[in-house]
């Protein structure tokens, strides 16, 4: 197969996301809650030339470097102290606890005390293998241990005014004595856990927001209680009205406080070599903040790359548009495709259809600057077997396949997801909630296996996982094809509703429950193909077909051709002729497509 050039700067984002402390850590001790010395920890050297060669075959263009900056955490070295099991989620603690934006975390480095050296190492390596290197920013929350040791100067809280709740120059937002909670101290939800008894003594005489916005001297369990909320400038409690903050282009003494503070973290990690940014929960921040940084990080880097977790539905976003749109106008590369992963998710969960997906294809700009992903640390693992039907791991294949297709958009892989980790039992904080926990040092059972003392070969895998791993590199190799980078899409579910050959089963009256078809086409290539994928679980589609009228025919520039040629560039050998005028009437008749398999049709001519 050939390989994927990544000597283009437009190409399209394909990012491999890894966690570094579950990357590399081979140790399979796995003690619930186990330290760092019981449990081991990736490292930033464990990701070495061997690895990132293999990731590159994949077809990954980009590197997602996950919960690299220095979090609180209940691990100490010299000169920094554990911090107090009070204001941790899980013994690592979360990543998205930054304690200081300026540094790495120690647990990384081989050497601590050379843990930025050790990062710049790795940065050089990602580079030397044709990688774009993304790491996080977390804008709306901090620890509240947050303490620069790197740059003290810049620590957030310094020099703010505790007496009010908000001032357009404070870092935070301040508890005042008549919020709920019963006032000072700050009571904390951690009484009864190990180690716990509810204070963190910064706070005996006043208090903080927490990072999801409560107001409250005694937030709960279900609060982000171990962040505090940074403040752009906007009270969030009197709407979402900020157009009173400053442009686009306002200067360095303009803005408020906290816009100069991030402005100096994004600075500092482009200077360093840092290509681009996932954003946080990046709907919490005003849009004004967003067109004014982003364009201040795109003068010093024109190839930035901003991509932004961010929710529509989320009542707390800083706008009353569509959120999503409003930061692709400020700037933003891409954003998050949540919804269309709800839809197939609740494909298995919750009744919905793959007809459902026609409701969230649109024109404009979103559609195709959408970040698609079937996984992430967020989300549940495919292979679990309480998620997704518990099919599996074979469940990841149609699901991955319709979402890296429909939009020229970044796609993106977590590790584990291409060699079925499941995230089986307990690890620790999270509990046993499908998901590979953030929070714990631990390794992942089955990407050890891959990982295999750190051979990165695959050794110890099944043939299965083998061929798991083998369908995703088929898979990203072909969403470089220009029909998907560069092409548009027409959907032909809509079409097919009404034909009963369209994979209906059992009594289904209407098509398009399992079976989801549509074309992908460049038209100055002249590059398109048909996708097919067939989400059941246990039941093998037979004797499909799928018409493809003649408005699609001109979609792709073949109006004027008498014959068809599809053949499959995914895993099959399954080819197939056919005249023009018989797609729109009998349409394409489909091989077998057994639970959970999907085809991508190269059009051509014959």
């Not at 050939?2 to 491999?16: G, K, L, M, N």
């Not at 074979?394 to 991955?400: M, N």
């Amino acid at each position: 197969m050939r390989p994927i050039s990544r000597t283009d700067e437009r190409r399209r984002p394909v990012i491999y996301q890894l966690l570094v402390r579950t990357f590399g850590n081979s140790n399979e001790t796995r003690k619930i809650n186990g330290t760092i010395a019981e449990n081991g920890c990736g490292k930033f050297s464990h990701i070495n030339d061997i690895a990132l060669e293999s990731i590159a075959a994949m077809g990954f263009t980009h590197i997602w470097l996950t919960g690299v900056l220095e979090q609180a955490s209940g691990t100490s070295y010299p000169n920094r102290p554990a911090d107090k099991p009070d204001i941790l989620k899980g013994l690592a603690g979360s990543p998205y606890a930054i304690k200081d934006y300026f540094d790495v975390c120690p647990d990384y480095a081989m050497d601590p005390e050379r843990r930025i050296d050790e990062f710049k190492d790795l940065l050089a390596r990602c580079r030397r293998h044709g990688f774009k290197v993304i790491i996080d920013f977390v804008p709306n929350h901090v620890a509240r241990s947050y303490a620069s040791d790197v740059r003290p100067d810049l620590s957030f809280g310094e020099g703010d005014r505790r007496d009010l709740f908000f001032d357009r120059d404070n870092h935070f937002y301040y508890l005042q004595a008549d919020h709920p909670g019963g006032g000072a101290p700050l009571k904390l939800p951690t009484i009864g856990m190990l180690g716990c008894d509810g204070m963190f003594v910064p706070e005996k005489e006043f208090g903080r927001v927490t990072g999801n916005n409560v107001i409250s001297w005694a937030p709960s369990a279900n609060d982000w209680y171990e962040t505090v909320k940074l403040n752009y400038g906007h009270d969030f409690t009197n709407g979402r009205q900020t157009g009173h903050l400053p442009g686009s282009y306002a200067s360095l003494d303009e803005v408020p406080k906290t816009w100069r503070t991030m402005d100096a973290v994004l600075g500092y990690w482009q200077e360093m070599g840092v290509d681009g940014f996932r954003v946080d929960m990046a709907h919490m921040v005003p849009m004004e903040f967003w067109r004014w940084a982003v364009a201040r990080c795109r003068a010093r880097d024109l190839g930035v790359f901003f991509a932004a977790e961010a929710y529509d539905n989320d009542p707390a976003k800083l706008t009353d548009a569509q959120v999503l749109d409003e930061l692709l106008a400020a700037g933003f590369d891409a954003v998050y495709d949540d919804p269309s992963y709800d839809v197939l998710e609740g494909l298995y969960d919750s009744g919905k259809w793959a007809n459902d997906l026609d409701g969230l294809i649109f024109t404009g700009e979103r559609f195709h600057k959408s970040l698609r992903y079937a996984e992430n640390h967020d989300e549940v693992r495919l292979a679990s077997p309480k998620e997704w039907g518990g099919l599996g791991m074979k469940v990841g294949r149609p699901v991955s396949t319709v979402l890296f297709a429909l939009g020229r958009g970044p796609i993106m892989v977590y590790h584990g997801q291409e060699l079925g980790e499941p995230a089986l039992g307990v690890e620790g904080f999270g509990g046993d909630d499908a998901r590979t926990s953030i929070f714990d040092y631990w390794s992942m059972p089955e990407f050890t296996k891959w990982v295999n003392g750190g051979k990165f070969d695959g050794g110890r895998l099944s043939d299965e996982q083998k061929a798991l791993r083998d369908w995703y590199r088929k898979l990203l190799h072909v969403m470089h094809d220009k029909a998907f980078t560069d092409g548009d899409f027409f959907g032909l579910n809509h079409a097919n509703k009404d034909n009963p050959q369209f994979g209906r089963l059992g009594d289904e009256s209407v098509s398009g429950h399992w079976l989801y078809a549509f074309l992908r086409s460049d038209r100055e290539s002249g590059r398109a193909f048909l996708v097919v994928a067939n989400f059941h679980g246990d039941q093998t589609i037979r004797g499909a077909s799928v018409r493809i009228p003649r408005d699609a025919h001109e979609f792709i520039g073949r109006a004027d051709r008498a014959r068809w040629r599809f053949s499959d560039r995914l895993e099959t050998s399954w080819c197939a002729s056919i005249i023009s005028g018989a797609l729109e009437s009998m349409g394409l008749m489909l091989p077998d497509l057994p639970p959970c398999t999907s085809l991508l049709l190269e059009i051509g001519d014959g």
